[in-house]
C-alpha cells in the first residue's frame, strides 16, 4: 500500500482532503474526456440531452469504483446502497421535489414574475411517439445528473467534510452543520455560469445555494442520497417538462416565463417554497422512520 492510499483510508483532515480532491478528479476527469469523445458523434434531436451526461454516469462510476478499490470506502458509505428503503425514498423524494416545484410555480405565477405562454407544446417533435421518447430520454439524463451531482456534493463533500472536522474534535451535529453548508456554497458557486432564462447569475447561484442546503438535510436525515436524488430529479424535470421556456425546444405541458431577480419577491418565490419543502422532508422521514434522528453523521466507514 502506497503512502498516498494509506493517508487517504484514514479518518482524518489529510485522509478526507484526499478522498474529496480524488473524488473531484475522478468525476470530472471521464466527464472532459468521454465529453469530447461523445460531442463528434452526431446524436438526433430525439435523445435531446442524454447524449451530453452519459460521461456523467461515467464519472459516478470512477468515483465508486476508486472510492472501494483505492481507499476501501464503499458506495454505502457515501448513501449509495440501493435496496428497498432506498427505492421508496427515491420515489418519495421524486413527489417532495415536484410538490416543491409546484409551489414555486404558484408563487411565480400569484406574483406576476411569470406568465404562462403556451400550452401542451410538442417542441421541436411533430409526433406524439417523438414527444414521449424525448421526454423519456429527458428524464433518464437528470437521473444521471442527480445522481452525479448528489454523490459528489452531498454524498462525498458532506460526509468527509464532516469526517475531517470531527476528527478536530468538533461535534458530530457542529461538524455536519458546518458541512452542510460548506458544501451547499461550493454547489452554488458551480452556477455562476450556469444561469437559467429569465434568472439573474445572483438569483440563479442563491437558488443553487439553498437547494444545496435542502438536498444535504435530506441527505444527513436519510443517511442516503435516494432522497435528495429524488428530489433532485424530479426539480429539474418540473422545470424543463412541466413548465419550460419558451425558447427551449423540449416538449412541455406548459411554458412559462420568468422575470426574477434579487429583491423582497425572493421571500415568497424561493425562501418559503424552500421551507415547505424541508418540512415535507423531515415530515417523510418521521413518517418512514418512527423518529427524526439528530442531523449529524459519523465518519466514512
Known amino acids: 500500500m502506497s503512502a498516498f492510499t494509506r493517508k487517504g483510508a484514514t479518518a482524518s483532515p489529510t485522509g478526507a482532503t484526499i478522498r474529496i480532491v480524488t ?3 475522478m468525476f470530472f476527469g471521464p466527464i472532459v474526456v468521454v465529453g469530447v469523445a461523445i460531442s463528434r ?5 430525439i ?4 447524449p451530453d451526461q452519459i460521461p456523467t454516469l461515467c464519472g459516478v462510476a470512477a468515483v465508486v469504483l476508486v472510492s472501494a478499490r483505492v481507499f476501501d470506502v464503499s458506495p454505502a458509505a457515501y448513501g449509495l446502497n440501493v435496496d428497498r428503503r432506498w427505492m421508496s425514498d427515491l420515489l418519495g423524494g421524486v413527489v417532495l421535489g415536484a410538490v416543491y416545484q409546484g409551489v414555486v410555480t404558484a408563487a411565480i405565477l400569484a406574483t406576476g414574475a411569470g406568465t404562462i405562454v403556451d400550452r401542451w407544446s410538442m417542441g421541436v417533435f411533430d ?3 417523438d414527444v414521449a421518447v424525448a421526454i423519456g430520454a429527458t428524464a433518464l439524463a437528470f437521473i444521471f445528473v442527480a445522481l452525479g451531482e448528489d454523490l459528489l456534493f452531498r454524498g462525498v463533500l458532506i460526509r468527509e467534510f464532516t469526517t475531517g472536522l470531527t476528527s478536530r474534535n468538533l461535534s458530530r451535529a457542529s461538524a455536519t452543520g458546518v458541512a452542510v453548508v460548506a458544501a451547499a456554497l461550493l454547489f452554488g458557486s458551480l452556477h455562476l455560469n450556469a444561469g437559467a432564462a429569465g434568472l439573474s447569475t445572483g438569483v440563479a447561484v442563491l437558488q443553487a445555494v439553498v437547494g444545496g442546503v435542502y438536498f444535504g438535510i435530506a441527505y444527513v436525515l436519510t443517511d442516503s442520497l435516494a432522497l435528495p436524488v429524488g428530489i ?3 426539480t429539474n424535470l418540473w422545470a424543463t417538462v412541466v413548465f ?3 425558447d427551449s425546444g423540449y416538449p412541455t405541458a ?3 416565463t420568468r422575470q426574477i431577480d434579487l429583491g423582497a419577491d425572493l421571500t415568497v418565490l424561493l425562501v418559503l417554497p424552500a421551507g415547505v419543502l424541508i418540512a415535507a422532508v423531515f415530515l417523510w422521514v418521521r413518517a418512514t422512520r418512527g423518529e427524526i434522528p439528530e442531523l449529524s453523521l459519523g465518519p466514512v466507514t
Open 127 to 129: 409526433a406524439p411517439v
Open 254 to 256: 406548459f411554458r412559462l
Open 41 to 45: 458523434v452526431p446524436t438526433p434531436n
Open 244 to 246: 419550460g421556456q419558451p
Open 23 to 25: 473524488a473531484f478528479a
Open 47 to 50: 435523445v435531446t440531452l442524454l
Open 232 to 234: 433532485h430529479f424530479s
